[in-house]
C-alpha cells in the first residue's frame, strides 16, 4: 500500500463550480480586483467572525504586509523558533529585528513565562504561531499580556483554518492574524493568503501596501510604499469553493486523528502532541522516545510505503545558516521537539485502513530503530 503525505481533492461537483467562476473571469476579462477577491474577503471574515479581511498572493506577502502596516522597522518582535522561515523573514523585510523564543512542549507554541523572560525595551510585537493547527490554551493570557505592556500580538494562522479555544477561531485573538492558502494547506486556492482584523485602520493601509501604495485600485496615484501582494481573481475563484468545504475537511481529519490517537496507545514509545480544543488538524505530530533514531523510523516507513508529512520544523530556526547570528540565547526544549518529532499522513479522504496501516508501519519502523 501506498500512502502519501498529502492530498488535495477536488471532486466533480467542486471542480464544475470553479470552472465556472473561471470562465466568467476569462469571459470578462476581469482577471484581478474584481469581484471574487471582494467575495471571498467577505465569506472568510465572515466564517471568522471579524470585521475586516485583506487578501494577498501568499501567506508570507499576509505577514509582510501587516508587519509594514504595523511600521516594525528597527524593533524587535518575539517569534518562536519552531516555525517556518516565512515568519521572520517577514520581520526583515519589513525593517524588523527578530528576537526568538523557546516553547511549551505540550502546546508547541511560547508560553506567557517565556515570553516575559525574552521581552526588552526595543519590543514591538508578539507573533504566535498555532503550530500544526494547536492553539495555545494561553492565548488569552499572551493576548492580555501584550495590551497591558503596550504589545501587539499577531497570530500567524498558516496551518490553523478553523482552529479554535474557548469557541472563538485562529487569527480573531490579535490585532491582526494571517492565513496561508498554499496548496499543502487544509484549503486551498494554489497560492494565497489573507489578513483578518477587527482594525479600520490596519485594513485600509493593509490595502493600500498589497496594491503598489495606490489609494484606490486601478488609480496611479501612490500614497504610501508597498509592492504587488494582490491575489487574483482566478485564486479567489478557488478559495470561494473550498471555504464552503472546509468545516467537512476538518471533519474528517478529526475522525482520523481520534483513530490515529486510540492505535498509537499500542506503541508507548510514541506520543502524540493533542490539542486542547478545536484543532484543524494540518498535522498529526507524533513524539518519539530519546532512544528512537527518527531517521531510521522515516527510512523504515518510507520503505513500507509510507510517506511522511514534512515536519513542524526538523530544523528551528535558530540553527538555520541565515538565522544563525541572531540567536542570543538557547532553545532546549524546540531543539529536543525538533529532533525528535515526526507527522503522520493525514488529509480529506484518508480511510481508516490507511491509517491502520501507518501505524502498523510506525510501529514497525520503531522495532527497527531500536
Known sequence: MEIPAMKVVFGEDDRREIL???EDSLATGMLAQGQYVRQFEGKWSEYLGVKYAVATCSGGAALEVCLQALNVKDKEVLIPVNTFAATPLSVLLAGGK???TDIDAATLS??????KRRVTPKTAGVIIVHIGGIVTPEIEDIRSWCSQ???WLLEDAAHAHGSEINGRKAGTFGLAGTFSFFATKIMTTAEGGIIVTQSEELTKRATILRDYGKAEPWVSYHTDSGFNWRMSELHAAIGLTQLKRLDAFITWRENI??????????IPEATPVLPKDRS???KYIVLLNQQIDKGRVKKSMKQQGI??????YDVPLHQQPIFKTMADGEFPIADDFCRRHICLPIYYGMTGGEAE??????KRGIKEAR
Open 357 to 362: 496501516f501507518v501505524v502498523e508501519s510506525l
Open 307 to 312: 510517506s511522511l508529512s514534512g515536519g513542524v
Open 20 to 22: 465556472a467562476r473561471i
Open 110 to 115: 511560547p508560553s506567557l513565562e517565556q515570553l
Open 280 to 282: 484543524s488538524w494540518y
Open 98 to 100: 527578530v528576537r526568538f
Open 149 to 151: 505592556n503596550g504589545l
Open 257 to 266: 486523528a481520534k483513530l490515529y490517537t486510540q492505535l498509537l496507545q499500542q
